[in-house]
Structure formats: C-alpha cells, structure tokens
C-alpha cells in the first residue's frame, strides 16, 4: 500500500467521525476541534505523523493538511447544531464522507491499472466512493436519529456534494480541502433548501442521465473531464430543480454545439478557426455558456418556495430559454459561419480574415437563428412557459439572436486586451436572459 493511499484511508477514518453527530449533538464538532489542535501543535512526529504529513507538513513539522480538513469538518459541524436554523445534520456528515471517502477513492483508483485515462480514472473513483460514503453516511444519522429513511433525498445530496467537491477538488490542490468541503457543504445546503421535492424516479433517471451523457461528452471529446463535471452538475441541478423539460433544452445546446465544434474541426483547424483542446469543452467554457440558464433554474426554485404573486416564475423560465437560445445561436453562427469566406466585422461591415473576433457571414447568422428556433420550438413544448405559441416562440427567438449579436459586437469591439472569450459568452447569454425573461415579466398578466 502506497503513502498516499495510506494518508487518505487515515483522513477517511477521520471523516468517519462525523457519524458520532446524533450522539453528540451540539457537542458534534468537538472531535474534529480536538484532532485540529492536537494535528497544529502536538503531534510532530512519530507513526501517526508519517501517517498523515503531506510533503509540506514535513518541511513544517506540523500537520497542517489534516489540521485544516479538520478544522473546515468542525466548522460545518457548528452549523448543523446551531440553534433555530441549522444545517441538517445528515448534510453535514454526507459532505464530509463525501469528500474524505471521495480521495480515498481517487488514490485507490490511481494506485491500479484501469482502462480509463489518467487524468479521468481519479474522477470515476473519487465520484463513486464519495457518493456511496455520502448516501451511507445519511443513513445512518438518519437511523441513529429515528427519523425517516429517504433514499432519493439521500441520493440527491450525496451525488450534488459529490459533484461540487470533485469540481471544485480538480480546479485545487490536494491541500485545498478544507475549501473543498466548505464549499460542497454551504452549496449542498443551499440547493437542498431550494429542492422542493425529490422522488425516487427523477432522481434516479437523474444520475443515470448526468452519468451517461456526461461519460458521452468525454468519450466523444465535446467536453474535458472539469467541463464533463460541471455539465453534469448543471444538468443534476437543472432536472431537480426545474424539470426535464428544462433539462432537454439545456442539453440541446450542450450536444448540438458541441457536435457543431467537432463538425469539419480538421478544416477549421486549417482555416485558424476552430476551437483549443481539440474542441473539448472546460469548465470555463460550460460555466460561460450555462452558468446564467442555471442561476435561472436557481431563481425559479426560490420562486416557487417563496410562492411569489408575480409571474417571476414564468420570467425565470423565458430567460432559462433566451439564455440557452443565445448560447446556440452564438456557437452555431461561429462554429458553420467559420467555414465560409468573405466574413464582415459586424461593426463596419468591413471584410476582415476569416477567424477575425466580431467577423459575421451570412451562413453564420442564418445558422444562428436556425438554432435560437429550435431552442424555443423545445421549450415551447417542453417547459412551463405561459402565453400564445407565437408569443413564446418569438421571445425566444428574440432573446436568442440578440445574444448572438452582442457577442459579436463584444468581440469586435472589446475581446481580446480587455475580456476573454468565456467572459462574452457570460455576456451574450446574458443578454439573451434578460431580454426574453425581462420581455415576458412586463408582459404576461400577474
């Protein structure tokens, strides 16, 4: 057994502790407060140092990984038993099993040969174990507790920590996690108070999906293993918060756009138009495309919790649609305009080379509107949006290409020196949003 699989066992007996929280009670961080004080300033050396230093602990003398993970585990701890509103006490010991189980199974993944890559291998173990530990955990407070065994609401936050931990854990360093598991905890608990009912079906054919297409975006090469976490995450979260109606239409831009980059790449790529990293998809790419459908789908839960008396729900809809619309409409218009010659810069209508930030073709453009009607022709049929099917198919539209527009405009003008490509994007569907959620909210009736 190598060092490293060892130290993560000792961090997942470490974790285990939190299983201790029913018993406890308000006295539930005390264990981990305990381990902090005796990993900064008592043990320096000896077989439980070996055990747990990192390479930076041994340059320091003190433990410091282990003092932190404990000291994030105790901080989670005190607001699971903070009077009137706390965290609940099975989030808290799923956050912490998820992530200290989760690394064990990224350094028992790595220490064996497997068939998947290596920079994918890590992810799988991480993913699986951190999601069995989270469930496990949950069951367990839950019957130490006598309360209720849910599985699906056990299921959807073990798997939404999991996700959270392991997206944030690949953009961190091994000793970043205590960030790791304040993170997961804070975000956990914040989409479980939104999550307004979980049933066994949905969360279920859920994980199946977000497993199945998020492994197909890898394999295909549309999407780098952060971008296949952070897709999988929104799609989890979007499918419980919103719907699958939401889901089919977030998704549509992820598998047409990202089909729309591999499609003729080698000709792109000759052409100096196509996109890095073989069109793969990263983080910064899915959160600058989706992050604002998603905080969309985020204000739609709160509305419905707040049971507000203004079509805010409805609103919150239309802008998830005009924010994915402008997201097809902009990667369309780049990815087939991109083929064709003689583009203008959208600004002076001046020809510029092919490639050029703000340079529009005709092909492009069309490309784009064809995208933003298939967008709403989807949510039109899928999703909760209120009004005539002209209505809605218009502002989708409208929504749509006037984020194609903006990016293109942004480009000419400000990319490059000033904002990076992501940071359009954000802007575009930005814009998309409010235009065909902000249309939709003066409009309808309240």
């Known amino acids: 057994m190598t060092s490293t699989l060892r130290r993560a066992g ?31 300033f008592v043990i320096t050396d000896g077989p439980v140092f070996e055990l747990f230093a990192r390479p930076g602990d041994r340059e320091e003398g003190r433990l410091n990984g282990l003092a932190s993970f404990a000291l994030a585990a105790t901080g989670l701890a005190l607001l699971a038993t903070v009077p009137r509103t706390p965290m609940p006490v099975g989030l808290f010991v799923s956050t912490v099993v998820v992530v200290a189980y989760g690394n ?48 699906p609401a056990f299921a959807f936050v073990a798997a939404t920590a999991t996700l959270v931990a392991a997206l944030v854990r690949s953009a961190l360093h091994e000793r970043d996690d205590p960030v790791v598991v304040l993170s997961a905890g804070i975000l956990v608990w914040l989409f479980d108070a939104l999550a307004l009912r979980v049933g066994a079906v949905e969360i279920g054919v859920a994980i199946a999906v977000t497993v199945v297409l998020g492994y197909a975006s890898y394999a295909l090469g549309t999407a780098s293993v952060t971008g296949m976490l952070t897709g999988g995450l929104f799609g989890l979260l979007t499918i419980v918060l919103g719907g699958f109606g939401w889901f089919v239409v977030l998704t549509s831009f992820f598998a047409i756009g990202g089909l729309s980059t591999k499609f003729r790449y080698e000709e792109k790529r000759a052409r100096g138009v196509a996109e890095d990293n073989d069109g793969a998809r990263g983080s910064s790419n899915v959160l600058g495309n989706a992050v604002v459908a998603f905080v969309a789908v985020v204000g739609f839960a709160a509305s419905l919790r707040l049971a507000t008396p203004l079509p805010v729900d409805t609103a919150f809809g239309f802008a998830f649609a005009g924010s994915v619309a402008a997201a097809m409409s902009d990667t369309l218009s780049s990815e087939i305009g991109g083929l064709y010659d003689r583009p203008r810069l959208i600004t002076t209508f001046q020809p510029v080379p092919p490639g050029t930030d703000g340079g529009v073709t005709w092909q492009g453009e069309v490309a784009g509107v064809v995208g933003a009607v298939l967008v709403a022709g989807l949510a039109l049929l899928l999703m909760p949006l209120s009004g005539p099917v002209a209505f809605v198919v218009v502002i989708v539209v409208v929504g749509g290409v006037a984020g194609m527009t903006v990016d293109s405009v942004l480009g000419a003008t400000l990319e490059g020196d000033r904002i990076g490509n992501e940071a359009v994007n954000l802007l575009a569907t930005l814009t998309g949003a409010l235009v065909s959620g902000g249309v939709a909210l003066a409009v309808l009736p309240g």
């Open 104 to 151: 064990l199974g990224a350094q028992f993944v790595t220490t064996r040969s497997t068939p998947l890559d290596d920079s994918l291998a890590p992810v799988v173990g991480f993913v699986t174990l951190g999601f069995l530990a989270g469930v496990a955990g949950q069951i367990v407070v839950a019957l130490a507790a006598a309360t209720a065994v849910s599985l």
């Open 10 to 40: 000792g961090f997942a007996a470490v974790g285990t502790l939190s299983l201790a929280a029913p018993a406890l009670g308000v006295a539930a961080a005390a264990p981990f407060a305990a381990i902090a004080v005796l990993a900064a």
